[in-house]
């Protein structure tokens, strides 16, 4: 496979269910990126990896828990959300942040619903 | 502080129609810019970009864009738009704060009349 991939790209599930989101990059690149895209909203960005090392988390509620084991895989693991979580969830790598011509490249997305 | 504002939340066109759909961008230094386009339940594509040189960028899809530095703008065009040109767009500036990160606008959605 080539390119960014998300897994699964729906899910379904109640507050008190724990469940994983998946994000594989193919694109050798060091840096990797969650969104949240909510209807009528911008994209806001949740957490980033450089590295492998967190380098931004942008005051996400503490029932997201991320995890990046290397380069190329980045979890966000979700337990007793609420429904206001619902959204497509959006996966990007890029190279290197600011470095130029640095670009993100997105997945497909997650589209989650919270029942 | 940055931030990208996309004036249009809607725009129609008919197909065969030149488009253009309008981004400010508001940053300190020379920004970095982007263009995505999201299809119904996809992820963001990119369709060109803008880091230096020359002002105006082509991208894919037969999209270009130019950059108007007097004028805060980043405006993406199209001669002649395709049924399948209709999609959501997004315009982006990378921007350094604490951290580099892209600062999106809240999108275009575009319809296209056959």
């Known amino acids: 496979e080539t390119g960014v991939t998300q897994t699964p790209r729906h899910l379904v599930m109640g507050m008190t269910n724990k469940k994983s989101l998946k994000c594989e990059q193919h694109?050798?690149?060091?840096?990797m990126y969650w969104y949240k895209q909510s209807a009528k909203k911008p994209l806001e960005l949740m957490f980033v990896?450089?590295?492998?090392?967190?380098?931004e988390n942008n005051s996400v509620p503490s029932r997201f828990s991320p995890e990046c084991p290397n380069s190329s895989h980045l979890f966000l693991h979700l337990h007793t959300l609420q429904p206001e979580d619902s959204a497509l969830y959006l996966c990007?790598?890029?190279?290197?942040?600011?470095?130029?011509?640095?670009?993100?490249?997105f997945g497909p997305g997650t589209r989650l619903t919270v029942l | 502080a940055q931030s990208v504002t996309q004036p249009d939340i809607h725009i129609t066109v008919s197909e065969g129609a030149s488009l253009e759909l309008r981004c400010n961008y508001s940053?300190?230094?020379?920004?970095?810019l982007f263009w995505y386009v999201q299809s119904p339940g996809q992820g963001l594509q990119l369709l060109l970009k803008?880091?230096?040189?020359?002002?105006l960028v082509q991208g894919i899809k037969g999209f270009e864009a130019e950059f108007k530095r007097s004028q805060s703008t980043f405006n993406l065009r199209k001669p002649s738009v395709h049924w399948s040109d209709a999609a959501e767009y997004f315009c982006?500036?990378?921007?350094?704060?604490?951290?580099?990160?892209?600062?999106f606008g809240s999108g275009t959605r575009l319809l296209v009349r056959p």
């Open positions: 990007a790598s890029s190279q290197e942040p600011g470095l130029a011509g640095d670009t993100q490249y």
């Open positions: 694109l050798g690149h060091n840096a």
């Open positions: 990896y450089n590295f492998k090392e967190q380098t």
């Open positions: 940053y300190g230094a020379t920004p970095y």
């Open positions: 803008y880091f230096s040189g020359d002002t």
């Open positions: 982006a500036v990378g921007a350094w704060d604490s951290s580099y990160k892209l600062i």
